[in-house]
């Protein structure tokens, strides 16, 4: 299997863990699961910024170009309305 295979597949899979944390921490009750699964996901957030490093440097992954400062306000605009609830 060529490198560039295995790092793509292992960003997948954290980023599927990331996903998976994402929606388990804010389900649980227990304070000591909750800290647990947060420290996981931090451990798996550092993983998943290496992988990243390591994908762009050898330009296996090419992010998308910066949004410009007209895309960044207007977003900004959208998301500081008020809900029409």
Do not use: W
Request: charged content about 30%; glycine content about 4%; overall charge negative.
């Amino acid at each position: 299997m060529e490198e560039k295979t295995m790092v793509s597949d292992a960003l997948v899979g954290v980023n599927g863990e990331l996903k998976m944390f994402g929606e388990m921490i804010p389900q649980t009750e227990n304070k000591e699961l909750k800290q647990c699964l947060k420290q996981l996901r931090n451990q798996c957030e550092m993983s998943q910024e290496k992988l990243y490093e390591v994908a762009r440097e050898k330009h296996y992954y090419v992010p998308a170009a910066k949004a410009t400062k007209e895309e960044v306000d207007h977003v900004k605009s959208i998301l500081s309305q008020p809900s029409m609830r």
